[in-house]
């Protein structure tokens, strides 16, 4: 079992900056791949951003256009997703999800997931 705890949303201005962590407790951390997802209202939820345990490729949505970037420290048992230039259209519910193998880009792929924390960016 792994337990996951997001931290760090908000409400931010357009154009602002957020960094949301996954604290990851349980078994090794270290094995697990990380995904970021993210969930609107009245929207499917989205892959974000993907770090497989080594950390090396990460893998991020098309929508993100190199605004965000994933990071993990397995020492400290947390991953990070670090948002800048923020839209109202990354308004959602985010999520890390962990799975014991390759990051994909599929929610249904993850077995953890986190509580969600709420980020929402004013126009």
């Known amino acids: 079992q792994v337990q996951l705890v997001e931290s760090g949303g908000g409400l931010v201005q357009a154009g602002g900056s957020l960094r949301l962590s996954c604290a990851a407790s349980?078994?090794?951390?270290?094995?697990?791949?990380i995904g970021w997802f993210r969930q609107a209202p009245g929207k499917e939820r989205e892959f974000v951003a993907g770090?497989?345990?080594?950390?090396?490729?990460?893998a991020y949505a098309n929508s993100i256009e190199g605004r965000f970037t994933i990071s993990r420290h397995n020492a400290k048992n947390t991953a990070y997703l670090e948002m800048n230039s923020l839209k109202p259209e990354d308004t959602a519910v985010y999520y890390c999800?962990?799975?014991?193998?390759?990051?994909?880009?599929?929610?249904?792929?993850?077995?953890?997931w986190g509580q969600g924390t709420q980020v929402t960016v004013s126009s």
């Open positions: 999800a962990a799975r014991w193998d390759l990051a994909t880009m599929v929610a249904d792929d993850y077995d953890y």
């Open positions: 349980g078994r090794t951390f270290r094995g697990y791949s």
């Open positions: 770090i497989s345990w080594s950390g090396i490729n990460p």
